[in-house]
């Protein structure tokens, strides 16, 4: 089992910025695949970015310019740099993790990751 704790979410005006982490315990070891999604109130969790164990990063369209992840190998953690917050960036941000292959594949789909963190809430004021 992989532990998850992230941690940086908050209350910010529109425009401002936030940086999440994820800190990834336990058998965290080996090639993977570390993810955000979020999940506003009335929706479903969807796709923000995920990161490869060699670096290669996606991101969902509504981010992209906006947001930046980036991993620590050594640290087992994940940084989610968040820029340029609007209105509808607020939601509970999840980090999730899951073991891969030693393949350049970059998972991007819920149901692609087996291990969650309990969420941090990020709220945008207009």
């Known amino acids: 089992q992989v532990q998850l704790v992230e941690s940086g979410g908050g209350l910010v005006q529109a425009g401002g910025s936030l940086t999440l982490s994820c800190a990834a315990s336990?058998?965290?070891?080996?090639?993977?695949?570390m993810g955000w999604f979020r999940q506003a109130p009335g929706k479903e969790r969807e796709f923000v970015t995920s990161?490869?164990?060699?670096?290669?990063?996606r991101y969902a369209d509504s981010v992209k310019g906006r947001f930046t992840t980036s991993g620590d190998n050594a640290r087992n953690t994940v940084t989610l740099q968040m820029n340029n917050l609007k209105p509808e960036d607020t939601a509970v941000y999840y980090c999730?993790?899951?073991?891969?292959?030693?393949?350049?594949?970059?998972?991007?789909?819920?149901?692609?990751?087996?291990?969650w963190g309990q969420g941090t809430q990020v709220t945008v004021s207009s």
């Open positions: 336990g058998r965290a070891f080996g090639a993977y695949n």
């Open positions: 999730a993790w899951t073991r891969t292959p030693f393949d350049a594949k970059v998972r991007i789909n819920v149901d692609e990751y087996d291990n």
């Open positions: 990161i490869s164990w060699n670096g290669a990063t």
